[in-house]
């Protein structure tokens, strides 16, 4: 069993940045791949970023290439989303997932434990 928890979310002007974080507790930490989703009212869970176990490989949903940045520190059970330029368009209540499987995926469905998320409001 992993118990995830989000942090850092709120309301940001277009253009700003902010920095969420997700701490895992419970199995070992360096075991899962991670990932950050995200779903907005109305719209089902959708990929936003991925990152392997070492933190070596990461991976990203077209719409945040070149904006956002997944990292992790194993040492403090952390996995973080920079989010810089945001958009109005990225308003979404965030969630990290742990994954298990080596096979990379960005179907929502496929991870094994989730954070209840942190709500991000961009106002344009």
């Known amino acids: 069993q992993v118990q995830l928890v989000e942090s850092g979310g709120g309301l940001v002007q277009a253009g700003g940045s902010l920095r969420l974080s997700c701490l895992a507790s419970g199995r070992t930490f360096s075991n899962y791949f991670m990932g950050w989703f995200r779903q907005a009212p109305g719209k089902e869970r959708e990929f936003v970023a991925r990152?392997?176990?070492?933190?070596?490989?990461?991976y990203y949903a077209d719409s945040v290439k070149g904006r956002f940045t997944i990292s992790r520190d194993n040492a403090k059970n952390t996995v973080y989303l920079q989010m810089n330029s945001l958009k109005a368009e990225d308003t979404a209540v965030y969630h990290c997932?742990?994954?298990?499987?080596?096979?990379?995926?960005?179907?929502?469905?496929?991870?094994?434990?989730w954070g209840q998320g942190t709500q991000v409001t961009v106002s344009s």
């Open positions: 990152i392997s176990r070492s933190g070596g490989n990461t």
């Open positions: 997932g742990a994954n298990l499987s080596p096979v990379v995926t960005f179907d929502y469905k496929k991870y094994d434990y």
